[in-house]
């Protein structure tokens, strides 16, 4: 089971390294249309949907790694028993929220493709496919967080310190 979550963290990491490569293609390209006089519609607005994309889909591995900021001014100081049962409230309210948004963003991919939502655009791309990927992205930080719970309940979590971890 470790090995597909570890899979699954780290294959949404080269979703988001392949979208912020669509990112520079799509600036790449606006820039050099304006220096040779072409127009590519859509460009910006393809831009803009591979950032939200690259940022949804790399939640889960950036967590996973300890690389999400957190203010540790309160749990740092805690030993025991008080230490888990704060990080396990923290990864429970984190759980609860992950699972409302990747809900949320489920239902929003659901009703922009029954409506055929598209955006205002002249691409006219429908929008349930840039949505798409901030569904898959909250889903699978859920799934990490809900992994983090499931350690820090067996004892298994690892608490580096800030200092410890970039040395």
């Known amino acids: 089971m470790r090995k597909i979550l570890d899979g699954l963290f780290m294959g949404s990491a080269w979703l988001a390294a392949f979208s912020m490569i669509i990112v520079l293609i799509m600036v790449l390209l606006s820039m050099a249309g304006r220096t040779l006089n072409f127009y590519l519609p ?3 607005a ?3 949907y591979a950032m939200a994309a690259s940022g949804f889909l790399a939640l889960a591995h950036t967590l996973k790694r300890g690389e999400h900021i957190r203010v540790t001014l309160i749990v740092g100081k805690l030993n025991g028993a008080a230490r888990k049962a704060m990080e396990l409230w ?10 409302l948004v ?3 963003s489920w239902r929003l991919v659901l009703q922009s493709h029954q409506f055929h939502d598209i955006s205002t655009g002249n691409d ?3 929008l349930w496919i840039p949505q798409l990927f901030m ?3 909250a889903t699978v930080l859920f799934i990490a967080l809900l992994d983090e719970w499931v350690l820090e309940w067996q004892n298994r979590r690892s608490h580096q310190s800030e200092e410890t971890r970039h040395e």
């Open 42 to 44: 859509g460009a910006d």
């Open 46 to 48: 393809y831009a803009g």
């Open 90 to 99: 923290a990864l429970t309210v984190g759980g609860a929220l992950s699972a």
């Open 102 to 104: 990747a809900t949320y």
């Open 124 to 126: 006219a791309t429908p």
């Open 135 to 137: 569904a898959l992205g």
